[in-house]
């Protein structure tokens, strides 16, 4: 089946049995993507939002696959525009398992603690944008650690890789056949209208020096192409992993030079701000201006300007306890 066959679930066919299908992060496209790997043991990588349950069914029904079919479920991490619909979805293919990073995998069986900070941070924003995660079967879910194997049959398989850096529950998956890389959130978000890397460096799990050593695993990795969960398959791999790199020094860079200011909040978000939106195309005329308000809270300055700073804060932490244990010794 190919594009042209499912267009209104907005579904992409990248060959060899591997088909993006944009699941409408908030109603909008070319937010989030997951993407069915369609071989003897069908495999969807990420599922979206809860909001995007249906969206995703339907977008596999039209490719074939229907609530029987489905063999596993995987999310790269529990971020909930990534694993936020993962308990409905599994009730919709109830003979999937579940697989995610040992990190992860409580929050999957109780979200109660996810959602509650969750809804700290976005308030009543939410539910517009995420929905409730619903707890999945424990039962069902499968942990893994450094590493791990899911295997999609007939000698095809999935290898995960920890990846921390932007999240300490994530991990990269490389396709055996097709040697493509689903990277989640490690390289952060790219913009399919530009062709942009933006880096999404959240709190609290922001860790550059983890992110670094993560851009190293990808590119020892070597893949074909990069599976962007936000957003599609991109095929400059090398430049695409240096220009994350060079990204995230900017970012980080742009940071410290604002916290070192006598400003306030406000003011060292703005300067960042400054810094940092030069480094980016404008949209062009036919990209739609909700998805790019969608796209802000993904890798927008405020969040990643909180993300860097809790980071900076650690350091600077762990720097002071260091140096006192130096004076003391």
């Known amino acids: 089946m190919d594009t042209s066959s499912a267009p209104e679930q907005g579904i992409t066919a990248l060959g060899d049995e591997v088909f993006a299908i944009d699941t409408r992060m908030a109603g909008y496209p070319g937010i989030t993507s997951s993407y069915l790997i369609r071989t003897e043991r069908p495999c969807v990588v990420e599922v979206g939002t809860a909001g995007s349950a249906e969206v995703l069914r339907d977008g596999l029904a ?27 979805v599994a009730r919709m293919f109830p003979g999937a398992e579940i697989v995610v990073h040992e990190r992860g995998a409580r929050h999957l069986a109780d979200p109660a603690r996810l959602m509650r900070s969750a809804r700290m941070v976005w308030g009543d924003k939410l539910d517009v944008l995420f929905g409730e995660m619903r707890p999945s079967d ?8 450094e590493t791990g194997e899911v295997d999609l049959g007939a000698g095809r398989s999935l290898s995960a890789h920890y990846a921390p850096g932007h999240a300490k529950h994530h991990v990269g998956l490389v396709d055996s056949a097709t040697g493509d890389l689903y990277v989640g959130d490690a ?16 709190p609290p799990d922001f860790d550059l020096d983890a992110a670094l050593r993560t851009l190293d695993l990808f590119t020892g990795i070597d893949p074909r192409r990069l599976m962007f969960s936000h957003f599609g398959a991109v095929d400059p791999v090398g430049e695409t992993i240096e220009r994350a ?24 978000v703005a300067m960042v701000r400054d810094q940092v939106t030069k480094r980016y195309r404008p949209l062009p005329p036919d990209a739609p201006a909700e998805a790019a308000e969608v796209m802000e809270v993904l890798s927008g300055v405020e969040g990643n300007h909180a993300g860097i700073s809790h980071w900076l804060d650690r350091l600077e932490a762990e720097q002071r306890e260091q140096a006192e244990a130096a004076r003391e010794g």
């Open 62 to 88: 039209a490719l074939g696959i229907g609530p029987a079919d489905l063999a596993t479920i995987v999310v790269t991490h529990i971020h909930l525009d990534h694993a936020g619909g993962v308990g409905d």
């Open 138 to 145: 424990a039962g069902r879910i499968r942990a893994v650690g």
């Open 187 to 202: 390289l952060g978000v790219y913009n399919p209208y530009t062709g942009d890397v933006r880096p999404a460096t959240p």
């Open 245 to 268: 790199r060079e990204e995230l020094h900017a970012w980080v860079s742009a940071v410290r030079e604002a916290r070192a200011t006598a400003g306030d909040l406000d003011h060292a």
